[in-house]
């Protein structure tokens, strides 16, 4: 087996300015494009589930994480993307569902969400349990949340078929999952000191759990390099802000830093921050974004070309759907009426995405591209709603097929990142000689 994650890492510490795209969705039209993006670089791709997404109980997808192994899996050989360069993570893996539960229940739940990922094969785990639950104080403390960790850790280390392979990201000043639940009206980076209390503590709870080994397969710290979103607005990373941030690892040669919240970045700062050691870099909303955009390009096309009666309606459909599944929302989107319906619909936050999975959605697109497959969608058309397709149409790099142009749109999002991380020299670094 390939030590993708390792090469990157090693080349990463040895000088090279490389790094890695994390795409954190579970959506088959993200996947694809995630695979198409990789098989163009020559690089390998890293999908991980967020626990939100993917669980025991099978999370808003409905999908266990051997379910999500398999999708991803199924994706890659209709993609005839090798399976040898796919690497599984699962995100924010911890007690985040069942933080108003007490302790012994939560901590129970998050060890067997942990074996479920570890069992089936995933390879990066993030072991997130920065978060309070019942009784907690607020927040807990680098110690509460390091024993926790190592608690999730031993659970793993146990469950894996090959926990030597297995990699682990740890921290305690974690973004909120899906990118800030209200405005931002400040964001500041985590202070070096705290990040250092966080790396000792973790070290002394993996150490008391007789887990010490381990330490060097602690491949990432989560920290805030000062980047987020919200609904409306995008925090562009400043290195100078962070620059006493990026040293914190200057002795731990076997780690980087994972930058969550990142979509959105120009990539100009998404390769800054490659630089300055967050060489992995991770995007979810940003992805399902993106993918929104392009169907409601591909419905409006619809309404140009085929008959009222016959349409998907999908932007009705993604509507009622919400609707019906305020919990899903409401608790994000505050406001008017209108300006509640804006967000639902736009917002950078995209919590559109937990919709998606809904047979009446899925229905409604299979119409959509049933409609636009035959006739492809006409060049005018496209040029008005889909531009960057439309060009990439005439230079003949993209069929008019929408479920093509819908993936493509996808890999508009994905573009900056693999220029950021420098994707098309992984090639080199991930098959090299030993790797």
């Not at 960790?149 to 909120?176: C, H, K, N, Q, S």
């Amino acid at each position: 087996m390939t030590d993708h994650l390792g090469a990157v890492l090693r080349a990463h510490r040895a000088g090279d300015a490389v790094g890695i795209a994390s795409v954190c969705s579970a959506h088959p039209l993200v996947l694809a494009a995630a695979m198409r993006q990789a098989a163009d670089d020559g690089s390998p791709v890293l999908i991980e589930a967020t626990s939100n997404q993917v669980d025991q109980f099978g999370g808003y997808t409905g999908m266990r994480p051997s379910d999500f192994r398999d999708l991803v899996h199924r994706i890659a050989a209709d993609e005839g993307f090798p399976i040898d360069r796919v690497v599984l993570g699962g995100d924010h893996l911890g007690p985040n569902t069942w933080r108003d539960e007490p302790e012994a229940t939560a901590m129970r739940h998050a060890e067997d969400l942990v074996r479920a990922f570890a069992a089936a094969g995933y390879l990066k785990l993030h072991l997130d349990c920065s978060m309070p639950l019942a009784g907690d104080a607020t927040p807990p403390t680098d110690e509460v949340a390091a024993a926790r960790a190592a608690r999730l850790l031993v659970a793993a280390e146990a469950a894996a078929p090959d926990p030597g392979a297995v990699r682990y990201v740890i921290g305690t000043e974690v973004p909120v999952p899906g990118g800030a639940s209200g405005t931002i009206d400040a964001l500041s980076p985590t202070p070096p000191a705290a990040a250092r209390r966080t790396l000792a503590a973790h070290r002394r709870a993996f150490e008391a759990a007789g887990a010490d080994a381990v330490w060097p397969r602690v491949m990432a710290l989560v920290v805030q390099p000062g980047v987020e979103f919200d609904h409306a607005r995008v925090v562009d990373y400043d290195p100078a802000r962070a620059r006493a941030l990026s040293h914190v690892l200057d002795d731990e040669p076997h780690a980087v830093f994972e930058a969550h919240s990142t979509d959105y970045q120009l990539e100009e700062r998404l390769a800054a921050l490659v630089r300055d050691h967050w060489a992995v870099l991770k995007v979810g909303p940003g992805l399902t974004f993106a993918l929104r955009e392009g169907l409601f390009a591909l419905a409006a096309i619809e309404d140009q070309l085929v008959p009222a009666g016959e349409r998907s309606d999908l932007l009705a459909v993604v509507e009622r759907v919400m609707l019906d599944e305020p919990d899903r929302w409401r608790r994000y989107y505050a406001g008017t009426p209108d300006e509640q319906r804006i967000a639902r619909r736009f917002s950078y936050s995209d919590r559109m995405r937990y919709s998606l999975p809904d047979p009446r959605i899925g229905a409604a697109v299979d119409r959509l591209l049933a409609n636009l497959a035959a006739p492809r969608v006409p060049e005018p058309l496209l040029s008005q709603y889909l531009p960057a397709q439309y060009a990439r149409v005439r230079r003949g790099l993209l069929t008019n097929d929408p479920r093509d142009l819908l993936i493509d749109r996808v890999r508009d999002a994905l573009r900056p990142y693999a220029a950021a991380t420098r994707a098309g020299d992984l090639a080199a670094v991930t098959t090299g000689p030993g790797r």
